[in-house]
């Protein structure tokens, strides 16, 4: 079974400044990590994904996260946010693959981000 | 590729009626979910295909609930009754072994 815990549903940075999203996550197997984000009246679409390769793994529109087993973690971080990085984003975890089919993905509730210019 | 289609993008209708919310495929993705999303309890897997077949439909809440998948490229999700607390919105999304959904924009069903 696997879980995801993200810590703070809403998260406030000022435009230029770091940003950090927390997700924590529990899995009896060797785990699937991915975080994706939903703007406003769309669905999610996916930032970054970590399939066991490289832990640190970059995703698109500047942001990245890195897998640490043994904090059982995977946070989200961007150096610089800006504006249109508005929106709410989702951690999201699996068992990995093992060619017996897909998995279905459970996901965290959410963290909100604002930016204040 | 035209991505995951989902129809129709927003639809009001009254307690008691029968709602058909429909989702195309991404060509060769294998494996179909049903999520919905709400303030109160966020992102619930419905059910979901593999290569047309429901492995767990155990996310479905009632027998009001219904889901098909008649082909490789196309799902309905079917409620009937509708009631109130069913408004939300739905999503499906499709994969292939398991390297990142690919999500449809959601059709947000209100039920008066």
């Known amino acids: 079974a696997q879980s995801v815990t993200q810590l703070g549903s809403h998260v406030s940075v000022s435009e230029g400044a770091l940003v950090l999203l927390r997700c924590n996550y529990s899995s009896s197997v060797p785990p699937y990590l991915f975080w994706y984000v939903q703007y406003p009246n769309q669905g999610l679409q996916l930032l970054l994904k970590y399939t066991s390769a490289a832990t640190l793994v970059k995703g698109i529109n500047g942001f990245e996260a890195e897998f640490k087993k043994s904090e059982t973690s995977f946070h989200l971080t961007k150096p610089s946010a800006h504006m249109s990085d508005a929106a709410e984003y989702f951690c999201a975890v699996s068992g990995a693959y093992s060619g017996a089919g897909s998995y279905q993905l459970t996901f965290g509730k959410g963290t909100k981000l604002s930016v204040i210019p | 590729d035209a991505g995951v289609i989902q129809s129709p993008r927003h639809e009001v209708t009254e307690m008691g009626q029968e709602v058909t919310l429909r989702c195309k495929l991404i060509?060769?993705?294998?494996?179909l979910f049903w999520y919905r999303q709400t303030m109160m309890r966020g992102l619930e897997l419905l059910i979901y295909f593999n290569n047309n077949v429901p492995i767990d439909d155990s996310g479905m809440p009632e027998d009001r609930f219904s889901a098909k998948m008649p082909n490789a490229s196309f799902s309905t999700l079917k409620i009937q009754p509708s009631e109130p607390r069913d408004s939300a919105v739905y999503f499906c999304?499709?994969?292939?072994?398991?390297?990142?959904?690919?999500f449809g924009s959601g059709t947000r069903l209100t039920v008066v």
């Open positions: 060509s060769g993705h294998n494996s």
């Open positions: 999304a499709s994969t292939r072994r398991n390297y990142g959904y690919t």
